[in-house]
Structures are given as C-alpha cells and as structure tokens.
C-alpha cells in the first residue's frame, strides 16, 4: 500500500541572475553614500595603511576622505588647473599627482604645500606613480613621453620617448623595484626597465589603453581599452591570455580587490563588472546612475568607491557581519533539546517500541487527500500563499483539472472570493509558466458566472481587467513574432548552407538560432 | 497448449486470473493463475509449488470440504481435478465434458461439486449444474452425472453464492436474482428495475452469503451494496442499502462470524463494513490498482484482494498492509516497449500507473518500481491520467531517460526526465526535469551508446511528431556551489522537409545518427550534425530502423508499413536488398549480429532471425503464437549457454522475450518447461519428505516415483521421470561414509553416471538391456526428452499431462528395472 503521495509543486528556475556566493559578498554593502565633487572624478587611490584614507582627483583639487566621513578630511588646492592621477605611496605617507601644466607635485600627507616639483613634461600628465623601492617617481604624459624621477633630488633620471599617443595610464610592479608600465592611446601597453634605454616589451591592445594592472604577483597584466579587457601572460612574452568583452562602452577603469581572487572593471557604459579571475567571468556586475570614470576598492573590500564623470562620488560600505553570530548562539540549546535522548543505544534487556514517523502535510495536500476539491482551493487561495507562493496555487488548480474536478471547485463562490479569484487569474495569466492552466481556470469562471455578470460591480471591473490584460499580452505576443519573422529573414540571408539550415532555423526559438549561426 | 514447442512462459508472467482461496492453517495461498494453480507461502511470499495440468484456463479452485489437504479445480478444458496441494500431486481427474465457468463445494453435499456450464443449445445461457464425483478406481473418470440447480446464473464466479450451511443457494444475472432453496425445493426471484433513476445502475456485479444468518448481500454496478434479508417470502422481503462506492463494487466477502462485510472496486479502496450498518466502516485506501476479488481466511486473520495488475495484497484482520505478492505488474497498455537494464538485466516496462517496474527473469520478481510521474494517481474512469512512454537507458545504465504524457491528445503535458543512478542509494535519482521538450508525442527516444568514450559522449536524441529531432547533452555547472554538478539541456534540432520525425537510432560506434522522417531515412553526422545521406523505399513510411552491429555495422535495416523489410549499405548509399515481410517487430541483438523481425500475417505471429550481410534467415520459427507480438527484447545471458543445435546458436549470448498484445510474456527456449521447473518441485519434495535422512533423500523419490506409477500406469506425470540422475550421485557425494550402503553396490551407480550416453538409443535398444541400472536409464529419458521434443515440433500440441504411448512404454521398462533393483540391495538390510 502506498503511502499519500505530496501534491508537487513545480519549482521554476528563477529568471534573471542566479544567487551564488559572489553575489552574496557583493550585495552584501550598504546603500550608497553620494559626494559631489567639482568635476569628474579621474582617479581615487585608496592608502595602502590604517586607516584606509583615500584621495580623490576631481578637477583642480585632491580631497583626502576618511572611512565614514562625508565631508573631505584634508584638501590640496594648490593647483592652477586641473589635477590627476594622486596616487599613494607603499607606505601611505606621501601624494603624487600629475597636472594640467605639465608639472609633478609630490605632498607630505601631513603638510599642505608641495614637497617637490618636477618639471620636464611639455604637456599634461596624467599619470604618476611610486616605483615600489619608495624613491623613484614615473610619469606618463601627453607629449608622448614617460619619463622617471628621483624624488630625492627631484631630477629626472631618464625619459622614454617611445609611444606615439598620450600616454594615460600605467603601473609599477611590486615586485621589481625597476619595473614599470605604461600604456597609451596609441594601442600599445609599454614595460619599461629603468636599467635600460627603451622599453622592455611592447604588447599591441588594439584600442586606446585607458587603463592597466599589474596581478601582485608580477606575472599577469591586465589592460583595459575600447570595449576590451585583456589579460597578458608576462613571463610568457607577452601572450594574449584571454579577452573578455562584457561592456559595451569603453572600459575607464581596472581594480583587484584585496584577495586577487576578482577583477572589477568600470565603464563609461555606467556599470562595474566583477570577473572572478581563475575562470574569467562576470560573477557580479553593479550598476549606476552615469558613466564611470575611476574605481577603488579598500582593503578587505571594505568600502567601494566609484567616481562619475559628472562628478559624483559613489561609496559603498561593507554591511556588519553580526548577525549570524547571534543566531547561532540562539540555536545551540535547541538543538541539544531536540537530539535529546536519541542518543540513548537501547541495552540488551530493553523492550523498544518504534513510533511511527508523522508525516507533516501542508493544508491543501490533506484536503486534496481527502478529496475536498473545494476547500483545497480555498486553502491556497489565501493571501500569503497567493502572493508569494503563485506556483502553489497553480498546482492545486492543475491538480484539481487532472482529477476532473476543477469546475466544481470553483463554483458556488460569493462576491469576495469571485473577486479574489479574478484578481489572481488576471495577475498571473500572462506569465508563461502559468498561463495554460490559468487560461482554463479563467474559461471556467467566465463560464461559471455568466448569469451573474452585471451583478456587482467589483466583479465586473474585474472581468474587465482579465480582459485587458489578455489583450495586452495578444498585441504583446503578435510583436514578439514580428520581431522573429524579420530576424529569420536576416539570419536567412547570412547562411550559405543547405535549404535544411534554413528549416531549422525556423522552426526554432531565438537561442537556438544564435547557437547554429555560431557554428556555422 | 496454446503455444507452440519452444516457446515457453517464464513462470509467473500470466496473471491469476481466478479466485483465491486461502487456507485453514493461514500458511498457503493458492491461486489460479492460467493454466496452473499456484501454491504461495504466506509468510515468505515465495511460490512454492506450481500445479499444471489443465489445458485451459483454470476457472476456479476450492478446497474439498472433507479434506483440507485436498483441491478442487475447474477449468475451460471442462475437467475437474483434485489436486494434493501439499505435494503437488494430481489425484483425479473427472472429465465433465462442456466449459466449466465457476465451482463451488459444499461441506453438506457427499461428492458432488457445483459447476457453472453453458447452457446447450443457447449462447450466452448458463446453468449451475451439481456433477457428482464418482468413487472409482484409477485416475481418470467420467462424470457424466449432471442435475441442474439453477438455470439462468451469470457467468462469472462471483454470481453465485451458496447460503449458510449449504441451506440455498444465490445466484445474480443483470438485475434478476434468485434463491433457490434445497430442502424446501423452493425458488424465489427478486429483480430490481432496469430504469437508471439518477445515475443508478441496479445490475448485480456479485453476491455473497452470511455465514451464519440468512442475508445476503449483493454489489451493484453504480456501486451500491444491499443486503436482503426475509427472502424466504415472496412479498415481505426487505433490503438495506450501503452507499460509498462510487464505481462498480466488484467482489464482496463477509468475515467468518459475519460482523464485518469487506467490499472494494475501481477505487482501488478496501472498504470494511461493521454490523451491517452504513455509518461505521473502516477504509485501507491507496492499494495500487483495482481490486478484483476478494477473500478471507478461514480463521478470519487474514483476508487477500486481487488486484487487476496481476498481484495479491495480504491485509491484516485490522485491516492493516500486511505483504503483496507480485509478479509482472500488467499494466493497461506497455507504451514504453520492452527495455532491458543493463545494470540488473532486469525487464524494464510499464508498472503501475506512473511507475516504472524492473522485473528480474531469473527469480520472476519484481525488483522494485520506480516512481517516475510522481503525483498521486486517482482511481476514477474517464481522467486524463499521465502515464510513462518511453524509457531508455544509457550503455553502462547509469542515465535513465523517461518521457511522461497525459492522455490528452491534441495537447500532451509533456515531460522529459533524466534519472541518474546513485550508487550509495542504490537507485535511480532525478537530475533533470524538462518540461515540453517537444510541442507534440514524442514518437522516440535513444541514447547514444559509448562504451569506450567517458560520460562527456554521451548524447539523448529525441524524436516528435513536431516535426524535429532535439539532441540533448550534458552541461557542466560552473557554478562549484550547485547542488549537481551537471544537467542537461538542447544542443541541437533538426528536421527534414517538415515531416514528421518517426524513429531514431544510433549506430554502434555513435558516429551516425539514423533519424527517420515518415518515408525517408536520414543519416547524420553526430560530430556536426550535418545531413550525410538519406534513404527511402516507397511507398510507406519507415516503422522501425536499426544499424547492424559488429562485423555488420556498414548496413541499415529499415521495415516499412507496406511490408518491405529493407537493408541499405551505408557504404555505397545503396539498397543492399530487401524482403517483402510485414515486420511488426525489429530487435537487433545487443551481443551479436543477429536481428530479429517479428512478422503478422492473418492471426499469426511469425520469427524470422537474420543477419544484414546475408538476406537468407538464419532461423525461422513460423507461427510462433496465435497474438500479435507487439515488442521483444534481447536480454543477455550471464554466461553463454552451451547450445548444441546449430538452429539455435544465435540463442547463445542472449534469450529472446516478446510480449504480445493480451500481456503475455513468452520466451524461445530450447529446454521444455518440465526441465525448468524441476528444480523447485525437488527442493519442496525434500523439504516435505520428513524426517529427512540421507536414505530418504536417495531412495525417496525411487520410492514416490514407483508409488505414483502404481496407482496410474497409463498417467505418469512427466516431472517424476525428470529426475535426473547427476544431483543424485551429487547427493550421494556428499553423504558421510558412514550411512552409505555398501561400496559394492555404489560402484555401479557411480560408474554408470560417469558414461557417455549413446546418442540416438531407440526405445528397443534400451529394453534390451534390462540390467543397466535405473541412473543409466534416467539418462536416457533424457535423450529421449530432446528427441520428443523435436517431434513436438511437427504437433505442436503437446500437453503437459499427457503422454505418448511410447513414453508409456518406456516407463514401463524404466518401472520394471527401477523395482529390481531396489529391492535387491534393501534386502541385503
């Protein structure tokens, strides 16, 4: 004899993104904090030591923030046009920033006037940065040159005239202290060698460079450009690792976050992507109110900091991990309550006598045992169960249909409930998932309560909805083919193949169209 | 017997058909069941002993009252026999004459039994007649003596009853019924109105007495119970009603004491009635499948339903699931064709609604049914109920694909399942669900099969009457956090001018697809999936295509529906040749070249087993059974058997098993079914034979053999001569030295048994040599089984009981040198 077998409801894969870990982490930041800055915000560098300050470049000044201010901590205004690219140094302790006028200012974070100038480039220079032996400057500008600096004595040590473009971005290798990068509008990303007198490698990126990075380990290069973002083996010469394309503007922007595990990449295409960087796919991706020009993450990913082109600061704070911790202390006891004599192994002399395992029914599953068709449906058409659990609802419909008694079950109904039915039917009906069985429920009750329309005004206006929403989903439906019928036309004029290509490709949805052109 | 020689039924696959008794010492159940009355154990569920004799249908079976080792069997071949259940020894046969429908007994009736015939002389008229049993010596007697009781009765077993203590006797056709009382040679009619009031149905579907007081209760066809009581009157008799059924109530049985009335239905619900009354009653819902018939134990502890699909369910007396017993579950119709599990060498079909059962052959059980639809399955006419198509399984049995469709014809609820078998669980989970994987039936379903390659080849190809064929391949889940790490999903869809896509088929290395589309064949590439080369034999469409395997492998066989059994040579993209044959049935042998071809011609069934690369059959078997075969199936041995005849070789590797259109499973088999039933029947001669003592094992069945010749010379039963002589040296092996006769006497017996046996000795031969000892003679009625056999081949109406006079003959001899011998050395004693 068998046992009641559950009513199963079918469970429906949930549209859009899936939930996984990563999405997890990365949803887990507060709401936005919003900064308006004086103009775009061309670069933030988060100090690499407690507490984590971090300085923002927007138009002719450098803000330095606090964790959890708003308000900047510190500002460096000493700037006759705009600034860019204020970086940190390794040790948190000194500010370097580029120019409109061609000049280098380097800052004691402490003080307010610049400790050092240094004067060579011609043209803007949007790039500067520490070598990581803490007492070389390399900067890109401009006038096609990127040149190298003694802090020290603030004289330049050589300059490299090699890129045909601005030079807009570069990076220092963390670990040799001679080693730097730059990359330029002229398509190309430059490794510079401070021991010798031209560039190391060269590696073609095949759109303007607007950023690059080097992986703490040395040995990968990423390089972001037109709407690319490619990875480089280093220690391979230069080999095209992979190549990922997941904007559709140009990527501004690169950052890795504390771990190396993730790669984020912002655009002017107004989202920040997040690649994991062992498989090289997008995980995670956020999105913003405008184009994004610069990104920073803090250490331990504490805080995420974007700047826009319109001048807006964006920050993301990490939420507090507290609450897990509580709920577990909470569950201990219960647990010992619940295990509690279970445990015991029965000795030789005892008698054991087994209790039979209840089974726990939810309410529609023991109405449908008992065949009570009417009150089933009754029980899931209560709120909670109707709104946050649709598929339930349709399944004791589908259920009701198959045993025959669907009709029965939804006749001999007052006002209210009419209504609440009616409300739920014309909800649902267009979802594709639910729409043939709810289209017979709305059969039925349309049949049912014929006579009665005119009666109540309720339920009239909602067979007016039912209406309405059936009609839209037509007009919606017609669109979709008409849609269809002009790409197979398309696709039909790309194919050389056989006449059974083009059959296929008829008979099929949208995905499968995409799969066989892409064999082709 | 209905089926030609070699053609035997696994034991168990026919369904019991009739009533079931069950037993004053609650420890058998028996059971007719075809042509046979089963013995089962209650308590191990096991089938103990197996009684054939009958040549038709048994119709019904009870206990002698005057002796409950005793039974009585009916059957359509229009004998009674009664039958020694304990050891599975006919005693007497009386031969009635005309169709025996029913029987009954009575305690208070000496020898004479109740039967149910056909009226002569008018169709579809049946009388209850009492036949009295004549005490004569010898087996076989007449029984001539025929009264009639009651003219008019229903056909069935369950239209008469017989009041208590043999006092009247019910009996219940359309909407008549009648009491016929024997003392008083009194007949009372009763009949309801035909006129259906409100969705009633007043026609009768069984009756059953009180045991003790005078009441009976009937069933009825719109599911009502009435228990009619003071019928003694004409006028004044009364009746109660009982109401829950909602369908046919179709077998009724009060409990000993009468307190209690068990009914139950299509509802597939055992329904338990107290006093009589309406308002209490206990339900046992849910037993699986509708019941047939009812029975209750002597003692009252146990009562047994009999359920359409071919099982008995044992219930406590508090109404509580005790044990089922089951063979082939029979489902309504096997859409799923005859899969074989290359895991278990189970047979894989239809089950219980929804379920999927595998069925071992070689202990004729079920080894457990798989729940594929899931949903609780209602027992009500007229729903459309989803039920299980297709079936197929991957090489090495760990992906199991199934397709479940509701009834619905113009818009199937279709569903594609893929079940992967979990090793620590031991059974098949599902991984993937697809629902409406094509927009009509699908019409077929194969896997592609890869022994070398790893899981990654492994590729579904579905067909639809939607006019494509889908590929489906396994996805990996990146995602590490998943529950399973893979799943399936569409790879590819084809079709071919908008034809509807009837069969598949891979070739054996997997790199072909074969897709046939109505008329044509189309051949695909399954790396690319591009359209290699189509084949077509008009007109007709394709019904079945198959590649060949092994040294065959270049050619496709194809069967059309104008009859044309075709063969193309992939090769040259040519016709190789064809045959004009209306195949049914095309099976390719997974183990060898051999394919078979079930064909039908006008009402019979014939088996042509060929190979591709010679249009000549290697075998043919014509007339192999009188149904339509509907499917076969190879299913491959465990180690080749050692097949001498040379028509037979491509038996070898694998056994051949066809279903046909009335749910019977048959197999071609080159033993008889005598040889394939000894061993049991041995094994419960000496767990009965007690005490058992070596002696008794060795002598005991010289012993029983000569007893039972004693009493019938003309009717040995043919298993008795089966003995074989090699489990006796066996035995004798394996008795401790001390309890053996003399090593004198021993030595011949051994010597003997370690000889060849002349081939082809004649009966003549063997009579002269009178000396040879009896285990030398028993092999020979061996030999001389085989040879029989192939004369059975020319008659194919062979009967089990029955014997030529020739092997008459030979027992005789075997008779004379078996008592010699015995009595000389016991004399030595």
């Given amino acids: 004899m068998a046992a009641y077998k559950p009513l199963v409801v079918q469970a429906c894969p949930k549209l859009g993104e899936r939930i996984t870990q990563d999405t997890l982490y990365w949803r887990g930041y507060k709401t936005p904090v919003q900064i308006k800055e004086f103009g775009a915000v061309n670069k933030i560098d988060f100090s690499p030591v407690p507490p984590y300050n971090y300085a923002v470049t927007a138009s002719s000044r450098i803000h330095i923030y606090g964790r959890y201010s708003q308000e900047p901590i510190k500002t460096f205004s000493r700037f006759r046009d705009a600034a860019y690219c204020a970086t940190y140094r390794d040790d948190g302790r000194l500010l370097a920033a580029g120019s409109e006028d061609g000049s280098i200012c380097l800052f004691d974070v402490g003080g307010k006037a610049p400790l050092r100038q240094f004067e060579g480039h011609t043209k803007p220079v949007h790039l500067v940065g520490f070598l990581s032996d803490k007492y070389r400057i390399f900067s890109g500008g401009d006038d096609y040159s990127s040149n190298l600096w003694d802090i020290p004595s603030a004289t330049e040590i050589i300059s490299y005239s090699e890129h045909t473009d601005y030079v807009r971005c570069g990076c220092a290798s963390k670990v040799n202290a001679d080693v730097f990068i730059t990359g330029s509008y002229d398509h190309t990303v430059k490794l510079f060698d401070a021991r010798t007198k031209s560039s190391v490698m060269t590696i073609e990126h095949g759109h303007p460079v607007e950023s690059v990075l080097l992986f703490p380990s040395g040995g990968l290069l990423v390089s972001a450009g037109g709407r690319y973002v490619k990875v480089w083996d280093v220690l391979k010469g230069g080999q095209l690792l992979v190549s990922l394309k997941n904007h559709h503007k140009t990527v501004t922007c690169l950052c890795l976050n504390s771990s190396g595990q993730r790669l984020l990449s912002g655009s002017l295409d107004r989202h920040v992507k997040i690649y994991s960087t062992t498989s090289y796919k997008v995980v995670h991706s956020f999105n913003y109110a405008t184009s994004i020009l610069s990104l920073a993450l803090s250490p331990e990913d504490e805080t995420l900091v974007v700047g826009m082109t319109n001048g807006v600061l964006n920050v993301k704070h990490r939420k507090p991990e507290e609450k897990n911790e509580n709920s577990q202390k909470r569950r201990q006891p219960v647990y010992r309550t619940y295990v509690k004599g279970r445990t015991y192994m029965p000795k030789q002399e005892d008698f054991c006598v087994s209790k039979p395992v209840k089974r726990v029914l939810r309410k529609y599953d023991k109405l449908l045992r008992s065949f009570q068709s009417s009150k089933a449906l009754d029980a899931v058409l209560e709120p909670p169960i109707m709104l946050h659990t649709p598929e339930v609802t349709v399944a004791v419909m589908q259920e009701l249909h198959r045993r025959g008694t669907l009709r029965s079950a939804l006749a001999g109904r007052d006002e209210k409930q009419v209504n609440l039915l009616l409300t739920f039917v014309a909800r649902r009906v267009i979802e594709p998932r639910f729409t043939p069985v709810l289209v017979t429920v709305a059969d039925m009750i349309t049949d049912i309560y014929q006579p009665v329309v005119g009666q109540s005004a309720i339920v009239d206006k909602q067979f007016l909805k039912l209406q309405e929403a059936i009609g839209k989903e037509i007009d919606y439906q017609e669109e979709l083919l008409e849609v269809l019928g002009m790409m197979d036309t398309l696709f039909a004029t790309f194919t050389k193949k056989r006449d059974t290509c083009l059959e296929e490709n008829k008979s099929n949805g949208l995905t499968e169209i995409i799969e066989t052109n892409m064999n082709y | ?829």
Wanted: glycine share 6%; net charge negative.
């Fill in chain 2, 1 to 829: 017997r209905r089926c030609p020689r070699g053609l035997r039924l696994p034991r168990g696959a026919r369904a019991p058909s009739a009533g079931v008794t069950m037993f004053a010492p609650c420890r058998y159940l028996l059971c007719a069941s075809g042509d046979f009355v089963k013995v089962y154990s209650v308590s191990t569920e096991e089938t103990l002993r197996l009684m054939g004799g009958h040549a038709d249908l048994v119709t019904g079976i009870q206990l002698n009252p005057h002796n409950h080792m005793q039974l009585y069997s009916s059957s359509l071949d229009g004998t009674i026999k009664l039958w020694d259940f304990m050891d599975g020894i006919p005693i007497k046969t009386f031969t009635v004459g005309s169709k025996l429908l029913a029987l009954y007994t009575l305690a208070s009736a000496e020898d004479s039994v109740f039967v149910v015939i056909p009226k002569k002389g008018e169709r579809d008229t049946f009388q209850l007649v009492s036949v009295k049993l004549t005490k004569g010596a010898g087996q076989d007697l007449e029984a001539k003596e025929l009264s009639v009781v009651l003219d008019g009765v229903g056909a069935s077993m369950k239209h008469v009853a017989f009041g208590r203590e043999g006092a009247y006797v019910v009996s219940v056709k359309d909407v008549n019924l009648q009491v016929y009382f024997f003392k008083r040679k009194l007949l009372n009619r009763f009949s309801l109105s035909t006129m259906k009031t409100k969705g009633g149905d007043n026609h009768f579907s069984c009756v059953v007495c009180h045991p003790t007081e005078d009441c009976i209760a009937t069933g009825h066809a719109d599911g009502k119970i009435r228990l009619w009581r003071n019928f003694h009157h004409r006028k004044e008799y009364t009746y109660s009603t009982l109401h829950w059924h909602h369908d046919i109530v179709k077998d009724l049985a009060f409990s000993m004491e009468g307190t209690r009335l068990l009914s139950g239905g299509v509802e597939s619900v055992l329904v338990q009635w107290h006093n009589e009354s309406s308002c209490q009653k206990d339900f046992l819902p849910r037993l699986g499948s509708p019941i047939e018939y009812i029975s209750m134990s002597s003692d009252g502890a146990l009562c047994c339903t009999l359920h359409t699909d071919n099982r008995i369910t044992i219930i406590n007396s508090n109404l509580r699931f005790s044990r089922s017993i089951q063979g082939l579950i029979k489902s309504r119709d096997v859409k799923t064709g005859l899969v074989v599990d290359p895991r278990t060498k189970a047979l894989v079909l239809n089950g219980e609604p929804g379920h999927l059962q595998f069925y071992s052959l070689q202990s004729d059980q079920q080894l457990f049914s798989l729940d594929i639809v899931q949903r609780q399955y209602i027992h009500q006419a007229g729903l459309k109920q989803s039920d299980l198509v297709k079936v197929a399984f991957s090489a090495q049995g760990t992906w199991l694909a199934t397709v479940e469709e509701s009834e619905e014809v113009t818009d199937p609820e279709l569903q594609l399942k893929l079940w992967f078998y979990n090793e620590e669980m031991q059974s098949f989970n599902l991984n993937t669900r697809i629902n409406t994987p094509h927009d009509n039936h699908i019409t077929d379903m194969c896997f592609r099969d890869m022994d070398g390659l790893g899981d990654d080849s492994l590729i579904l190809v579905t067909t639809g009457r939607d006019c494509v064929f889908k590929v489906w391949v396994m996805v990996e889940d990146t995602d590490p956090e998943a529950q399973q790490s893979v799943s399936w999903s569409c790879d590819f869809v084809g079709s071919y001018h908008n034809y509807q896509a009837t069969n598949c088929c891979f070739s054996e290395d997997g790199s072909l697809l074969a897709v046939s589309f109505e008329e044509t064949v189309t051949v695909w590439d399954s790396l690319t999936w591009d359209l290699k080369c189509t084949f077509c034999h008009p007109p007709g469409n394709i019904r079945n295509i198959c590649f060949g395997r092994l040294t065959c492998s270049k050619y496709l066989i194809g069967v059309t529906d104008y009859g044309f059994l075709c063969c193309w040579n992939l090769l040259t993209c040519a016709l190789e040749w064809s045959a004009h044959l209306n195949v049914v049935v095309l099976q390719p042998d997974p183990l060898s070249e051999h394919i078979a071809a079930v064909s039908w011609l006008s009402k019979e069934s014939s088996l042509f087993v060929f190979k591709p690369n010679e249009p000549r059959p290697v075998y043919i078997q014509r007339n192999v059974c009188k149904e339509k075969i509907l499917l076969a199936a190879f299913v491959p041995r465990d180690e080749p058997e050692m097949i001498s005849s040379e028509k037979y070789l491509w038996l070898r590797k694998s056994q051949l098993f066809f279903l046909t259109d009335t749910q019977e499973l048959m197999t071609l088999s080159t033993k008889s079914l005598e040889e394939r039933l000894t061993p049991s029947s041995k094994q419960l001669a000496v767990e009965e034979s007690l005490p058992v003592t070596p002696f008794s094992l060795l002598l005991g069945k010289h012993r029983r053999q000569q007893a039972q010749e004693d009493i019938d010379l003309g009717k040995p039963v043919v298993h008795n001569k089966q003995e074989q002589a090699s489990p006796a040296v066996k035995e004798l092996l394996h008795t401790p030295a001390h309890v053996l006769p003399s090593a004198s006497f021993l030595c011949t017996i051994f010597i003997n048994s370690l000889l060849i046996s002349k081939e082809n000795k004649s009966a003549e031969e063997v009579a002269d040599e009178v000396e040879m000892e009896s285990e030398k003679a028993e092999d020979d009625s061996d030999e001389e089984d085989v040879t029989t056999m192939e004369q059975e081949d020319t008659s194919h109406m062979e009967l089990l009981g029955e014997m030529t006079c020739k092997l008459s003959k030979s027992q005789e001899k075997e008779l004379r040198r078996i008592r010699k011998m015995d009595y000389s050395w016991i004399s030595a004693f």
